[in-house]
């Protein structure tokens, strides 16, 4: 290897781990992974492109599965990982990682995290599988990593990771709903103080999803749904809204989140949108009674024109006119279309809208 080294003129390489004694602990098997680790990160300072190329025949051999030479290679691939596009390659560095960070060495589990780490810098790569088996390892490698009460979320990583969770709260698969709500508390308990600021945003998004999943048909996604609630509103600094998720007054807060921002009706409304397609009957009830509340609240601009009428056409597809709450609804967003309607001077049509 050294000779090789020399002949692609890695001398220097080649002296700094002599310098090192990374020769000599190459031949210990025992410790031959520190020394390729090693000679990873003093080649990569020489040539990313070699060690590029090296990291796509690492791939290829992982894929094969053998186990001997594994260690060694995986501490090198584990080095160099960002010299690989990980739009193309993520999600075969995702599987094998995850394989083995469930090993029982020590030393593969510990590179498996710090190549977890690398790949965690892309949060929506991580969390975009639909596989609720793979969805529910990534999770749980997130949610242990953060059991060390020493480790912080950075400014940079706690927006996109509580973004990515916040996707998953309507994930079919119940267990990852759970590990969701739990890793999302833990992400805004253990933020960095000047990543604070830009969680705000994604936090106060996540109440009215927090809201609706706490009336789920699963228990336990209910129970957990109010604790993150709970968990939001105490993050956010809104004292009345986290007493009435504790005395379990939802719809007094669902009323009082409204009465906070009028501005933002409109935006409730949307939001509550796809609740009306949710397969469970409990989150589409929570989602007719809380659209009332904001219909209610609209100011009457003319940009909410759009979101009432886009109400009316998704409620008309699922609602028939026998239920009451949903009779309400339409009616209520029917008067309100026709008072934007004349206001702003916009043909309306009930017959637009089957059903109604």
Avoid at 57 to 73: I, N, T, V
Wanted: with cysteine.
């Amino acid at each position: 290897m050294k000779a090789l080294l020399f002949c692609l003129h890695y001398d220097p390489e080649v002296m700094a781990m002599a310098r090192k004694r990374g020769w000599d602990t190459l031949l210990c098997p025992d410790t031959q992974h520190y020394a390729v680790g090693l000679l990873a990160r003093e080649m990569r300072r020489a040539s990313l492109s070699l060690c590029s190329g090296i990291a796509h025949r690492l791939l290829g051999w992982f894929s094969r599965k053998e186990a001997r030479w594994d260690l060694p290679f995986l501490a090198f691939l584990v080095e160099v990982l960002d010299c690989l596009d990980l739009s193309e390659h993520g999600d075969s560095i995702l599987e094998i990682m995850s394989r083995h960070v469930q090993s029982t060495c020590r030393e593969r589990r510990r590179l498996a995290l710090r190549g977890l780490v690398v790949l965690s810098k892309d949060v929506s790569m991580l969390l975009g599988d639909a596989d609720g088996e793979v969805l529910g390892m990534t999770l749980r490698v997130f949610t242990n990593v953060l059991q060390d009460k020493d480790i912080l979320v950075s400014s940079t990583t706690a927006p996109k990771l509580a973004k990515a969770l916040l996707a998953l709260l309507d994930n079919d698969n119940s267990h990852v709903q759970l590990l969701s709500l739990d890793l999302f508390c833990k992400v805004m308990e253990l933020v960095v103080d000047e990543g604070k600021k830009p969680l705000k945003s994604t936090v106060c998004q996540s109440l009215l999803p927090l809201l609706f999943h706490c009336h789920d048909e699963n228990q336990h996604v209910a129970k957990a749904a109010r604790e993150t609630l709970r968990c939001s509103t105490k993050f956010l600094k809104k004292k009345r809204l986290m007493q009435l998720v504790q005395t379990e007054k939802l719809w007094i807060f669902a009323e009082r989140l409204l009465a906070e921002d009028r501005s933002r009706a409109a935006e409730h409304l949307r939001q509550a949108l796809p609740y009306l397609q949710s397969p469970q009957e409990p989150l589409q009830a929570a989602a007719i009674r809380f659209m009332v509340l904001a219909v209610r609240s609209l100011r009457g601009q003319k940009e909410e024109l759009q979101v009432v009428n886009e109400a009316l056409q998704a409620l008309s597809t699922v609602y028939s006119p026998s239920e009451t709450n949903g009779e309400i609804l339409k009616k209520e967003l029917q008067n309100h279309a026709h008072l934007l309607a004349q206001k702003n001077q916009h043909p309306f049509k009930t017959s637009r809208f089957p059903g109604i």
